[in-house]
């Protein structure tokens, strides 16, 4: 059975960071390609991150701020989230990506919410 949980979010001033993780079970983590997704209220999930054997790519309105990485030891993903800022508030997913698409392949997990807030 496919697990995703996400941590790491919570409430963080503008300009601030957050390291989110993902711990994954249930398929072959090492040779997916991986990806953090965001929805803020109001709007539509959007495809923040993938990382594909070392291969990254973002959003372009977040290169330079997010940093994805995987550890294929423990079957994690993390964003690493700099210089917050209030637009980057949502709650944030884990899932693995369909080649070709922004399309998920599992069912979400709970999210992690991430609040940027003086």
């Known amino acids: 059975q496919v697990q995703l949980v996400e941590s790491g979010g919570g409430l963080v001033q503008p300009g601030g960071s957050l390291r989110l993780s993902c711990a994954t079970r249930?398929?072959?983590?090492?040779?997916?390609?991986m990806a953090w997704y965001r929805q803020a209220p109001g709007e539509q999930r959007e495809l923040v991150a993938t990382?594909?054997?070392?291969?990254?790519d973002y959003a372009d309105s977040l290169k330079g701020r997010f940093t994805i990485s995987t550890d294929n030891a423990q079957n994690t993903v993390y964003l690493q989230m700099n210089n917050l800022q209030p637009s980057d508030t949502a709650v944030y997913y884990c899932?693995?990506?369909?080649?070709?698409?922004?399309?998920?392949?599992?069912?979400w997990g709970q999210g992690t919410q991430v609040t940027v807030s003086s």
């Open positions: 249930g398929f072959s983590f090492s040779i997916a390609v």
């Open positions: 899932n693995r990506k369909r080649p070709g698409t922004s399309a998920p392949f599992y069912s």
């Open positions: 990382i594909s054997s070392g291969t990254v």
